[in-house]
């Protein structure tokens, strides 16, 4: 039950449905109550007039002074007065009743605003419609003298008898309502439906891509529908290229995995194929097999380093760390592997610069640049690591003398397992990984990668990241 109410055909239904009812509702109040002030003023109008007539004829018959005339149109004004529901009285030129209609006033007297005024030949009405009544005051004259008054026609009756034709009328105006009412809920449900059509369609499209479909959604409509489904298609898209890049991680990931023990396992059954080998080439075999070892070793290591960098709420151990530090530690740790390369290694600083970094991670990244600009350089070489620093970024590049990248790979050695050249990475212990983890290293620290090269002169990879780490 509580579905309905959030659904949103029904709210649309609901709202549709008030939307139109309310205009019967308001014409039909409207209209019954002018039909029933239109009733009552004529009813009161044909009584007056009966009354004003009978008035006529009792100044035409002398009616004060001829009991025959009294007899004769007493009864007609009883009987008048009983059409009506009313009450008549007629007062003589001495505030008199001398007819009352229903008998009980006949003798006293009555001196009431309307008719004193209508004892000097004014004819009064007035209608209560709060109090449903109605009363008039009509002047008799003298028969001799037509400018003389000689008495008081006065009446009065209930307009309530109308009031119950009023009645009958809302009983039909309702019914007219409640007919409308179904009639409009049926426009409104079907409305409400043809409205929301498009976005049905696409909730079945969304309820075919959570079950696995990959079909796009083409809801075009309208506008908001067509934006739905292109953010949708954009998700989409977005979802398969993920699927896709992960598809090719793995396959890469199990082929580099494979390679050494492929290798291991060449080693091993070129030996147990010669049973009487020399001991030199168990020795050889046996070192290539552990070199291989170390490498499946070295991937697997770089491998968890970054499966750690991409968790999610991965938190940076943030310190406040002196950067030149840093490199000149970095830097005295590579030197013996530059020095067996015969590399000269410098590094370059303006001044002092301190930033906010998670140390263990950045020496990594800057690392694995300064590996790579050993490694993939030119004997007898050089390598130069510049920091610099203005108000907000810290700099760090490094430039080698080495073999540089070529233009149309520079876009792609950021990507895991990318090796420019496979056999040369191999020979030097690369696993493609160095870079991948670089980069995530320092978007983690809101900054931003970029190289120079040009092949067979160099490369300079240049980190830039705030100096305030804003988490
Ligand atoms: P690897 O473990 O193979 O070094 P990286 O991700 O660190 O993997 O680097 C990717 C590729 O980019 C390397 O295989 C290499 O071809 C190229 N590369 C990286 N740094 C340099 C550099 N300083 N000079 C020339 N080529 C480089």
Redesign the pocket.
């Known amino acids: 039950m509580k579905r309905i109410f959030h659904s949103l055909r029904f709210r649309l239904m609901v709202v549709l449905f008030l939307i139109g009812m309310l205009p019967v509702l308001l014409v039909g109040s409207v209209l019954v109550r002018s039909s029933r002030d239109r009733h009552v003023q004529s009813r009161v109008q044909e009584y007056q007039y009966q009354c004003s007539t009978l008035a006529t004829q009792m100044t035409r018959a002398g009616y004060f002074s001829s009991a025959e005339a009294q007899t004769q149109l007493g009864q007609r004004l009883d009987l008048l007065a009983g059409v009506y529901s009313g009450r008549a009285m007629v007062v003589d030129r001495t505030f008199r009743i001398v007819k009352d209609t229903y008998a009980i006033d006949e003798g006293s007297y009555c001196v009431g605003a309307p008719v004193l005024s209508s004892m000097r030949g004014r004819v009064n009405s007035a209608v209560d419609s709060k109090e449903q009544y109605a009363q008039f005051s009509i002047p008799i004259y003298s028969q001799n003298n037509q400018d003389a008054v000689a008495g008081v026609l006065y009446a009065s009756a209930s307009t309530a008898g109308v009031m119950e034709i009023e009645s009958s009328l809302v009983a039909r105006s309702s019914l007219i309502s409640v007919a409308l009412a179904f009639v409009l809920a049926a426009a409104a449900y079907l409305l409400s439906g043809v409205l929301l059509a498009p976005l049905m369609r696409i909730k079945e499209e969304f309820a075919g891509a959570a079950e696995g479909s990959k079909t796009v959604i083409a809801e075009y409509t309208s506008t908001e529908t067509a934006e739905m489904s292109e953010s949708y298609n954009r998700t989409l898209a977005r979802l398969n290229q993920i699927d896709a890049s992960r598809q090719e991680f793995v396959s890469n990931v199990s082929h580099e995995l494979k390679t050494p023990i492929t290798s291991i396992r060449v080693l091993a059954d070129a030996l147990i194929s010669q049973p009487d080998a020399p001991i030199e080439m168990y020795r050889e075999f046996l070192g290539d097999i552990s070199d291989e070892i170390d490498r499946e070793s070295t991937i697997i290591e ?1 491998l968890l380093t970054l499966v750690r960098l991409d968790k999610s709420g991965q938190e940076l151990n943030i310190e406040e760390k002196n950067l030149n530090e840093m490199l000149e530690d970095l830097l005295r740790r590579l030197k013996p592997l530059a020095k067996r390369r015969g590399i000269e290694m410098t590094l370059e600083s303006a001044r002092q610069v301190s930033a906010d970094i998670d140390v263990v991670k950045m020496t990594l990244a800057i690392s ?2 300064v ?3 050993i ?3 030119v004997e007898k070489g050089w390598v130069k690591v510049t920091l610099n620093a203005d108000h907000k970024f810290a700099y760090i590049s ?1 430039q ?1 003398s ?4 070529p233009e149309e ?1 520079q876009a ?11 056999a ?3 020979s ?11 980069e995530d290293i320092v978007r983690m620290h809101q900054g931003a990668i970029r ?1 120079v ?1 040009t092949l067979g002169e ?2 300079t ?1 240049t980190v830039r990241f705030p100096l305030h780490y804003v988490a």
Not at 412 to 419: A, D, I, P, W
Not at 428 to 438: D, H, N
């Open positions: 770089d694995n640049l590996e790579n600009a490694k993939y350089n490094v080698d080495g073999v540089g990248i790979e792609h050695v950021f990507e895991r397992f990318y090796r420019v050249d496979k040369r990475s191999r030097t212990g690369g696993t493609g990984l160095g870079l991948a983890i670089t190289l090269s160099g490369t990879f």
